[in-house]
């Protein structure tokens, strides 16, 4: 049949068959666009960076000579934010997240609380640094501290673990559940042994998120007093005496690789413009380690998942 002849459905399907070709093409072109800017600037960040990588940088101290200072007090700074951080919005979260999902009447106070969230969620990161600075650093005189610093990290993931923990629970067939019950078992016990492993791949894809945000965040750590020059390390966690776990460490000052990294941007002499692309590598490194890690975790326990 010639293209003439073609019927009203024929000319139908084939004129979506073309928007979908189209709509395919631009998304590729989109795809490509964005990748290409990608690596561009990641090329960019190499080639000014790399050159200045070395067991000197990483274990240096600042200094006020670029080709001295080192990176030593942000990346372990930042390790031991990260580790305050995760400690607190990870079990809370979860924990908002099960009652919510699982236990909460559904009345209006439950669906204002699920609004917020939300737009919890999405809220600049900024806000979270002055309300930090408000409740942590004046109200409950914690200082400008480690401490302080992972919790106003963990304000900040802290909506994101419970929208998406709250998106994987959901996703357990009510099946599963049902036969809990019908075993004999309690809605606690159901929710402990079967529910939140069941929905723990997906628990962790929140946490990975929520993670990669607050590990490049700046301005809520300067905004309760993140230090741009620190020529020390805070103590060490471990003691040589009983109970050999000391937790000084949390009330130490602080800095970080993304205050460290801000800090050299704003000099004018540009071989601290290389130390800031070197320390930007190495935070880069850092987020793929951890989101790395997460998601083999992520995968293990969804192999082991039979629903």
């Given at each position: 049949m010639g293209a003439g002849n073609a019927s009203p459905v024929d000319?139908?399907?084939?004129?979506?068959?073309?928007?979908?070709?189209?709509?395919?093409?631009?998304?590729?072109?989109?795809l490509t666009l964005a990748m290409l800017t990608l690596l561009t600037?990641?090329?960019?960040?190499?080639?000014?960076?790399?050159?200045?990588?070395?067991?000197?940088?990483l274990t240096g101290y600042p200094s006020r000579h670029a080709e001295m200072a080192g990176i030593l007090p942000a990346w372990v700074g930042s390790l031991a934010v990260m580790a305050v951080a995760t400690a607190t919005a990870v079990p809370l979260g979860?924990?908002?997240?099960?009652?919510?999902?699982?236990?909460?009447?559904?009345?209006?106070?439950?669906?204002?609380?699920?609004?917020n969230l939300t737009n919890l969620a999405g809220m600049p990161s900024i806000?979270?640094?002055?309300?930090?600075?408000?409740?942590?650093?004046?109200?409950?005189?914690?200082?400008?501290?480690?401490?302080?610093?992972?919790?106003t990290l963990a304000l900040l993931i802290l909506p994101i673990v419970i929208v998406t923990a709250r998106e994987a629970l959901r996703t357990v067939p009510d099946s599963l559940r049902e036969a809990a019950y019908a075993c004999g078992a309690s809605p606690w016990q159901t929710v402990r042994d079967h529910v939140v492993p069941a929905a723990a791949p997906g628990i962790l894809t929140g946490v990975i998120i929520?993670?990669?945000?607050?590990?490049?965040?700046?301005?809520p750590l300067i905004a309760v007093g993140a230090l741009?020059?620190?020529?020390?390390?805070?103590?060490?966690?471990?003691?040589?005496?009983?109970?050999?776990?000391?937790?000084?460490?949390?009330?130490?000052?602080?800095?970080?690789?993304?205050?460290?990294?801000?800090?050299?941007?704003?000099?004018?002499?540009?071989?601290?413009?290389?130390?800031?692309?070197?320390?930007?590598?190495?935070?880069?490194?850092?987020?793929?380690?951890?989101?790395?890690?997460?998601i083999w975790l992520r995968h293990r326990l969804r192999r082991e998942t039979r629903w």
């Open positions: 000319r139908q399907l084939q004129r979506r068959r073309r928007l979908e070709l189209a709509f395919v093409v631009a998304g590729l072109l989109c600037l990641f090329a960019d960040m190499a080639r000014q960076g790399l050159p200045r990588l070395s067991v000197a940088f979860v924990g908002a997240a099960v009652y919510l999902e699982e236990y909460a009447p559904r009345n209006l106070l439950t669906a204002l609380v699920e609004i806000v979270f640094g002055l309300m930090a600075l408000g409740i942590f650093v004046f109200e409950f005189g914690l200082g400008r501290s480690i401490m302080t610093a992972g919790l929520g993670l990669a945000r607050a590990i490049g965040e700046t301005a741009t020059f620190v020529s020390f390390l805070p103590e060490s966690p471990i003691r040589d005496d009983f109970p050999y776990i000391s937790f000084d460490w949390l009330d130490a000052p602080f800095t970080a690789l993304p205050v460290q990294l801000f800090n050299w941007t704003t000099r004018p002499d540009p071989a601290f413009h290389a130390n800031a692309a070197a320390a930007a590598f190495v935070l880069v490194a850092m987020a793929l380690a951890i989101n790395g890690l997460a």
